[in-house]
């Protein structure tokens, strides 16, 4: 028997993209699945939307809830969970026709609790490939620790992920509702923190899609950047306890990050105190600033 699949999709004034991103997981090959639609507080018509297609097909549950950001709707998600495994889809992303397919095939094929594909960017859907070709080429790599992620995935992404439910409500992996970007570098760290391995394909099963109010669009904003890795590293140090086996390594990937953006939009010594805001944070600054000056 198959086992069932939780998809949690977090919805906020998505209706542009919405339909395409559910279409794209209603049509798995796989079909064992919990399609989870968490409106985030919608001002336009997603609310709409999301209740539609609750009644076009009995694997859809809709959420609604007052507006508390993407990490409070994946939070909602994980709570209403029931299936074996647990998937993240962005409301404005999709998801390859065979995606749950290929990562659950994974998780009988090898030992692990997390299974995770290549992801690519688009603009128009147009643009999205075959992945024929790929697959007959793809390497599939058993990798541990957030080197091993970032090598894999060049980022922390709780996307395009399979991860097994069991041991993120055991170890209550949720996401921290304090942060609007980088919160699944936050909650990856934790995820890591709990297990040994995952396992990695690198054919892109999920697509990214990039709109002009997107996260990717406001990257181009090294300050803005620099303000989101502080917020995640102050996040790591005030919750200590759920980062035990990689807090060291989460600190300096968010380090590194903070002062290689810092660099980019040339902020000084003061600004970067002040954004960075921790108990050691002049000396972080001093020490980064040296390392960074020599690495640069």
């Known amino acids: 028997m198959s086992d069932l699949i939780s998809v949690i999709v977090p ?132 990798c541990g620790g957030l080197k091993g992620m970032i090598s894999c995935r060049q980022g922390c992404f709780c996307v395009g992920m399979l991860i097994s439910r069991s041991i993120v409500v055991k170890n209550n992996i949720l996401f921290d509702e304090g942060l609007t970007n980088l919160e699944d570098v936050a909650w990856t760290g934790k995820l890591l923190n709990h297990l040994k391995r995952f396992v990695y394909t690198p054919v892109p099963y999920y697509h990214y899609r990039v709109t002009p109010g997107s996260i990717t669009s406001r990257c181009a904003d090294p300050i803005w950047q620099a303000e989101c890795w502080a917020k995640v590293y102050r996040s790591i140090m005030e919750k200590p306890a759920n980062y035990q086996k990689n807090k060291s390594e989460m600190l300096r990937h968010c380090l590194k990050n903070f002062f290689a953006e810092s660099f980019a939009a040339k902020i000084g010594y003061s600004k970067t105190n002040e954004i960075l805001k921790c108990s050691r944070g002049k000396f972080l600054v001093y020490r980064m600033g040296i390392w960074l000056k020599n690495k640069l």
């Open 11 to 142: 919805v906020y004034n998505a209706e542009k993209y919405l339909d395409s991103c559910v279409k794209s997981i209603v049509n798995q090959s796989y079909r064992e699945l919990e399609i989870i639609l968490v409106d985030d507080g919608s001002t336009d018509g997603s609310s709409r939307i999301c209740d539609e297609w609750k009644l076009k097909d009995q694997r859809i549950v809709a959420l609604h809830k007052q507006n508390g950001g993407v990490s409070s709707a994946r939070n909602e998600g994980i709570k209403k969970a029931s299936g074996a495994f647990i998937s993240f889809v962005d409301a404005d992303d999709l998801l390859d026709s065979f995606a749950l397919e290929r990562l659950e095939e994974l998780s009988k094929t090898f030992e692990g609790s997390a299974f995770l594909c290549a992801f690519d960017r688009f603009f128009e859907e147009e643009e999205l490939d075959d992945n024929t070709a790929i697959e007959s080429n793809a390497k599939v790599l058993q």
